[in-house]
């Protein structure tokens, strides 16, 4: 079993997911998961100014609202 740290928090077992991951998960586009994130919409980990990842938790909880 592999477990995820980011910023010293376990997040996960699961792999954290890219902007493309998501939008392929939810059927739209990287924009659109984009603007889901900067909306407050979607929770992520930024990573950096351009770098956002997701656990499978957080884009599952998304989809089910």
């Known amino acids: 079993t592999t477990l995820h740290l980011l910023y010293g928090v376990v997040v996960g077992e699961d792999k954290l997911l890219t902007r493309r991951d998501v939008a392929e998960r939810l ?8 603007a889901f994130v900067y909306s407050g919409k979607l929770p992520c980990y930024k990573l950096g100014p351009n770098t956002l990842r997701f656990t499978t938790e957080q884009v599952e909880v998304f989809h089910r609202e």
């Open 27 to 34: 059927g739209v586009s990287i924009n659109t998961v984009s």
